[in-house]
């Protein structure tokens, strides 16, 4: 086992609801709901394993949160205390690896791989971990450990809460093969029900099942459902640095109510445009394409998107184009609760005066975006120093 690939896969047992329970002990055994107050907007970010108990879970619109838990315990998250505690969470996991990767800020996976002789050796080095997070930050976790990324993840969620379950590569055909198709990543309920018409109903019956005939039912998806059951291709851990170039960049807002106040909608698109802009620029890349996301108050949602010629990073070209696109799917007066905005075909890019003179050409009413362009940078270094809210578009002062 020294040199074959062993994954850790950490999850944090009902993060934001255990931090909670954790620093006010009268909601240790209560049914605790993170997301917002009652009767608020907004959806379920996590909860405790008792508001679980009553069908609660992660996503669900709030309303529908205290439907089901009348006696739900509503709180706002508190964004710099799971951060704070996140961070020492990692601390820990790196005693253990020199590969320590968070894919949120609850998850993480370990590359263990020569650090244990045998089973036995990996399940002393899960309970020491376990221990330890226990011990100084008083929150468990759920660990699974296979040999590779979505094993493991499988494992870890086999004995939650508070479990460890270790997957040997003589152990796959037992304890991953025969479980339903559901507790694979990527396999939603759409995907699910086709599979499952195919008579596939385990990630066994996927491993096997012809990779031409799941290319000819869902395309390109078809061979990476196929790897997917196979646990094939995600054995790499890569530690913090050293993450591959995001593909898309972008930021969505959900509405306190349901508006179909332009004067609101256009102050929201320009508003997302700046955040997509300066998280462009932080990550020194530009894109190609723009999309636009917008969803109504009866949750039915629509999108369109655009590919130009040139890299786009400009807060104001963004704008432009978002208004643009949003305005070919939007339908008038009606009401709406979510609106995003995502640029991807990403590269790296170092915002020349040749792109801006490209995008001056071709957007109308945007002769002055060279100009712009210092301030943007300008705004940037003061929001780098002095926080995002040290300068606001005076736009949209009295909206947001």
Same mark, same amino acid.
């Given at each position: 086992m020294n040199n074959k690939k062993r994954i850790m896969h950490v999850d944090m047992d009902a993060f934001f609801a255990s931090i909670e329970q954790r620093d006010q002990p009268i909601l240790k055994g209560k049914p605790v709901i993170i997301g917002g107050a009652r009767g608020g907007r907004g959806v379920v970010s996590t909860c405790s394993y008792e508001a679980r108990n009553y069908g609660v879970k992660s996503a669900m619109p709030i309303a529908l949160a205290v439907k089901k838990c009348p006696r739900g315990i509503f709180i706002r998250p508190n964004g710099e205390k799971y951060v704070y505690t996140s961070i020492k969470v990692i601390e820990i996991l790196q005693g253990y690896s020199s590969k320590v990767e968070p894919i949120s800020i609850d998850e993480a996976y370990l590359d263990i791989t020569g650090t244990a002789k045998d089973p036995d050796g990996e399940r002393e080095i899960g309970n020491s971990l376990k221990r330890e997070i226990k011990k100084k930050l008083g929150l468990t976790c759920s660990v699974g450990i296979a040999s590779n990324r979505i094993f493991a993840k499988i494992a870890a969620n086999m004995e939650k809460p508070d479990g460890l379950t270790i997957i040997g590569e003589d152990a796959v055909k037992l304890k991953i093969y025969t479980l339903p198709i559901s507790e694979l990543v990527g396999v939603g309920e759409k995907t699910e029900k086709i599979l499952r018409n195919m008579g596939i109903k385990t990630i066994g019956d996927l491993a096997v099942y012809p990779?031409?005939?799941?290319?000819?039912?869902?395309?390109?998806?078809? &061979?990476?459902?196929?790897? $997917?059951? *196979?646990?094939?291709?995600?054995? @790499?851990?890569?530690? #913090?640095?050293?993450?591959?170039?995001?593909?898309s960049i972008g930021n969505e807002h959900t509405l306190d109510r349901d508006t179909s106040n332009e004067n609101i909608i256009n102050m929201l698109l320009l508003r997302l445009s700046g955040k997509v802009g300066r998280r462009l620029r932080e990550s020194g890349v530009a894109g190609r394409t723009v999309?636009?996301?917008?969803?109504?108050?009866?949750?039915?949602?629509?999108?369109?998107?655009?590919?130009?010629?040139?890299?786009?990073?400009?807060?104001?070209?963004?704008?432009?184009?978002?208004? &643009?696109?949003?305005?070919? $799917?939007? *339908?008038?007066?009606?009401?709406? @609760?979510?609106?995003? #905005?995502t640029v991807s075909g990403l590269s790296k890019h170092c915002h020349n005066d040749n792109d801006s003179e490209i995008q001056t050409e071709l957007f109308t009413g945007l002769q002055k975006i060279q100009k712009s362009e210092k301030l943007i940078k300008t705004i940037d270094i003061l929001k780098d120093v002095y926080g995002e809210k040290v300068v606001k578009r005076a736009a949209y002062l009295n909206v947001f």
């Amino acid at each position: 086992m020294n040199n074959k690939k062993r994954i850790m896969h950490v999850d944090m047992d009902a993060f934001f609801a255990s931090i909670e329970q954790r620093d006010q002990p009268i909601l240790k055994g209560k049914p605790v709901i993170i997301g917002g107050a009652r009767g608020g907007r907004g959806v379920v970010s996590t909860c405790s394993y008792e508001a679980r108990n009553y069908g609660v879970k992660s996503a669900m619109p709030i309303a529908l949160a205290v439907k089901k838990c009348p006696r739900g315990i509503f709180i706002r998250p508190n964004g710099e205390k799971y951060v704070y505690t996140s961070i020492k969470v990692i601390e820990i996991l790196q005693g253990y690896s020199s590969k320590v990767e968070p894919i949120s800020i609850d998850e993480a996976y370990l590359d263990i791989t020569g650090t244990a002789k045998d089973p036995d050796g990996e399940r002393e080095i899960g309970n020491s971990l376990k221990r330890e997070i226990k011990k100084k930050l008083g929150l468990t976790c759920s660990v699974g450990i296979a040999s590779n990324r979505i094993f493991a993840k499988i494992a870890a969620n086999m004995e939650k809460p508070d479990g460890l379950t270790i997957i040997g590569e003589d152990a796959v055909k037992l304890k991953i093969y025969t479980l339903p198709i559901s507790e694979l990543v990527g396999v939603g309920e759409k995907t699910e029900k086709i599979l499952r018409n195919m008579g596939i109903k385990t990630i066994g019956d996927l491993a096997v099942y012809p990779q031409n005939e799941l290319k000819r039912v869902f395309g390109a998806n078809g &061979e990476a459902l196929s790897k $997917i059951a *196979k646990g094939e291709g995600s054995d @790499r851990v890569l530690s #913090i640095g050293e993450k591959e170039d995001a593909k898309s960049i972008g930021n969505e807002h959900t509405l306190d109510r349901d508006t179909s106040n332009e004067n609101i909608i256009n102050m929201l698109l320009l508003r997302l445009s700046g955040k997509v802009g300066r998280r462009l620029r932080e990550s020194g890349v530009a894109g190609r394409t723009v999309a636009v996301k917008l969803r109504y108050g009866d949750f039915s949602t629509f999108s369109k998107r655009k590919t130009y010629p040139f890299f786009i990073w400009n807060d104001n070209v963004i704008y432009s184009i978002s208004k &643009e696109l949003f305005y070919t $799917i939007y *339908k008038r007066f009606n009401k709406i @609760r979510l609106i995003g #905005i995502t640029v991807s075909g990403l590269s790296k890019h170092c915002h020349n005066d040749n792109d801006s003179e490209i995008q001056t050409e071709l957007f109308t009413g945007l002769q002055k975006i060279q100009k712009s362009e210092k301030l943007i940078k300008t705004i940037d270094i003061l929001k780098d120093v002095y926080g995002e809210k040290v300068v606001k578009r005076a736009a949209y002062l009295n909206v947001f």
